[in-house]
């Protein structure tokens, strides 16, 4: 199953993870859809396809058995553990001025954290605003 979800990835991403990580990030890749499963049951969520923009860590969009809206966000296998210094951060700051660390799963570096859902777009809102002072 690993070959055929890294077809589902971004092409970008998937160079990407290979370049940082090597065989690392093969394997990690191969092993996504697994990591994954084993999440959904742990924390009791639905998990829907990857946003399309993803870089180096894989992001989706989830749902919390209560109904709430949240976001799956799993590391690179790297020794960089720049995920957990996040985590870390977003757990300190406690939805003061950022999204709020749902839940952390360190042996998968994985982050579930508070889905943030853009407002209206400004431009649409003061379309009929001047726009000079």
Not at 46 to 57: G, Q
Not at 70 to 90: F, R
Not at 114 to 119: I, V
Not at 123 to 133: D, H, I, L
Request: net charge neutral; charged share 30%; glycine share 6%.
């Amino acid at each position: 199953m690993g070959k055929e979800y890294e077809k589902k990835l971004p092409e970008s991403f998937v160079k990407n993870v290979n370049r940082v990580c090597g065989e690392k990030g093969e394997a990690w890749l191969t092993n996504l859809p697994l990591i994954i499963s084993t999440l959904k049951t742990k924390w009791k969520i639905s998990v829907s396809d990857n946003f399309s923009n993803l870089s180096y860590n894989y992001v989706a969009p989830a749902v919390l058995e209560d109904g709430s809206l949240a976001v799956l966000k799993i590391g690179l296998p790297v020794d960089d553990k720049e995920i957990y210094s996040e985590a870390a951060c977003l757990r300190h700051l406690d939805g003061d001025g950022t999204v709020r660390l749902l839940a952390q799963y360190r042996d998968s570096r994985a982050l579930l954290i508070e889905r943030a859902m853009p407002g209206d777009d400004l431009k649409q809102t003061f379309k009929n605003e001047p726009t000079g002072r």
